[in-house]
């Protein structure tokens, strides 16, 4: 069964980091939230998240994607957090799916993941990396690379990582009991 890592921030953007653990689990897929610490995390708009692991305690396991939510300041305590650009490093070197939502992606740009890659994300996020492709769409794929807009595009985001994780068919099943 794939295994993916959701860091979550304070400040993250709660109807992504909700949509993508909620959906990954609808199919099955073992998804590990962690915090930063060891504390409760409070997003973006005042709803209290509870991880299920510290990133410390995450990190001594493998996983086979990881997934950023957005939100502000979310999105700049992940990029500030030498754990997190170490771990995205590490999982591209090892060809590993590395996902990202809404401002996120500039943490992806920031580890110098995305130079030359095909991305998305909330207008002006990735203003400053001026080697990002950037893309106006709500969704992209770059090799192992899975960039999206916003909490708008959280629902697709998270069905395309069902479907890259676990195939069309379970993504069909996960969709159907969405009554989408």
């Known amino acids: 069964m794939p295994r993916v890592l959701v860091p979550l921030a304070p400040g993250c953007e709660e109807i992504e980091a909700v949509s993508i653990i909620d959906i990954l689990r609808r199919a099955k897929i073992e998804v590990v939230?962690?915090?930063?610490?060891?504390h409760p995390v409070r997003a973006s708009r005042g709803v209290v998240l509870l991880p299920d692991s510290t990133l410390d305690a995450a990190l001594q396991h493998e996983f086979d994607m990881i997934v950023?939510?957005?939100?502000?300041?979310?999105?700049d305590n992940l990029r500030a957090d030498a754990r997190i650009i170490a771990l995205l490093k590490q999982m591209a070197a090892q060809e590993k799916y590395i996902a990202a939502i809404c401002a996120a992606p500039s943490v992806l740009a920031a580890a110098g993941l995305l130079d030359g890659k095909r991305a998305t994300c909330f207008p002006d996020c990735l203003d400053e990396f001026p080697n990002v492709?950037?893309?106006?769409?709500?969704?992209?794929?770059?090799?192992k690379i899975i960039t999206s807009r916003g909490p708008g595009t959280a629902m697709d985001f998270a069905l395309t990582l069902v479907e890259l994780l676990a195939g069309k068919a379970t993504r069909e099943k996960v969709t159907l009991g969405l009554q989408r």
Request: net charge negative; glycine share 16%.
């Open 133 to 143: 492709l950037l893309q106006n769409s709500a969704l992209e794929i770059d090799d």
């Open 33 to 38: 939230s962690a915090g930063l610490d060891a």
């Open 68 to 75: 950023l939510p957005g939100g502000q300041p979310g999105t």
